[in-house]
């Protein structure tokens, strides 16, 4: 299956580290990205290529992944890091596609 | 400034057509694969299609093959999605997004624009 799974809700306290998981098929081969999308704004890329980070992005944010499944760690969350987060890859079917995960929506208490 | 602007969108009638446009600035526009990428009201991305920089390869997501044309006009920096036979889950925010990959691995759609939102409704 070409399906990628996020759990739907995660809740954190502010300051503490979180973990956000992905798991599917297409991460046994293909490595993930992960982007931040904030109410009414466009995604932003937090990480790609499993654990690359882009410029700008705050080193808090950091991805590893193992098998089936990719994670994102984002370390000391801040108030401002509350989003909804998507994993993404190749697709384990044809690699000129990509697909999303269902999307992680992070709350920090 | 590198950026991506959508323009296009608006109400079309269950069945209908609509082309929605991006215009590219600030970078090498030939140089990169191109997304389309979509957002139904309160749901999550759905990866829409990609293509090629020169134009010739094309991708579709099952749901739209068919119905839907990703083009590209690299001369005017312009990246296209004709939309026909449109139905109601069509009803989403529509991105444009840059393509990259520097592994076999891996991509990611490393800048988006804002989106333009398409209602398919009567």
């Known amino acids: 299956s070409s399906d990628l799974t996020q759990d739907p809700a995660v809740s954190v306290a502010l300051g503490q580290t979180v973990t956000i998981t992905c798991q599917g098929d297409?991460?046994?081969?293909?490595?993930a990205s992960w982007y931040q999308q904030k109410p009414g704004q466009a995604p932003v890329v937090v990480i790609f290529?499993?654990?690359n980070r882009p410029s700008g992005i705050p080193d808090r944010f950091s991805g590893s992944g193992s098998g089936n499944t990719a994670s994102l760690i984002i370390t000391g969350v801040q108030a401002e890091d509350e989003a909804d987060f998507y994993c993404?890859?190749?697709?384990?079917?044809?690699?000129?596609?990509?697909?999303f995960g269902g999307g992680t929506r992070l709350t920090v208490l | 400034d590198v950026q991506l602007v959508e323009s296009g969108g608006g109400l079309v009638q269950p069945g209908g057509s609509l082309r929605v446009s991006c215009v590219a600035s600030?970078?090498?526009?030939?140089?990169?694969?191109m997304s389309w990428v979509r957002q139904s009201p309160g749901k999550g991305l759905e990866w829409v299609a990609n293509?090629?920089?020169?134009?010739?390869?094309?991708f579709y997501v099952d749901s739209v093959r068919g119905r839907f044309t990703i083009s590209r006009d690299n001369a005017r920096n312009s990246l296209y999605l004709q939309m026909n036979s449109l139905r109601g889950d069509d009803t989403a925010v529509y991105y444009c997004?840059?393509?990259?990959?520097?592994?076999?691995?891996?991509?990611?759609?490393?800048?988006w624009g804002h989106g333009t939102l398409v209602t398919v409704s009567s």
């Open positions: 997004a840059r393509l990259r990959s520097s592994s076999w691995r891996y991509n990611w759609l490393d800048l």
């Open positions: 600030g970078f090498t526009f030939n140089n990169f694969w």
């Open positions: 293509i090629h920089q020169d134009g010739n390869e094309k």
């Open positions: 297409s991460l046994t081969k293909y490595y």
């Open positions: 290529g499993l654990h």
């Open positions: 993404c890859s190749r697709d384990i079917n044809n690699n000129n596609r990509v697909v």
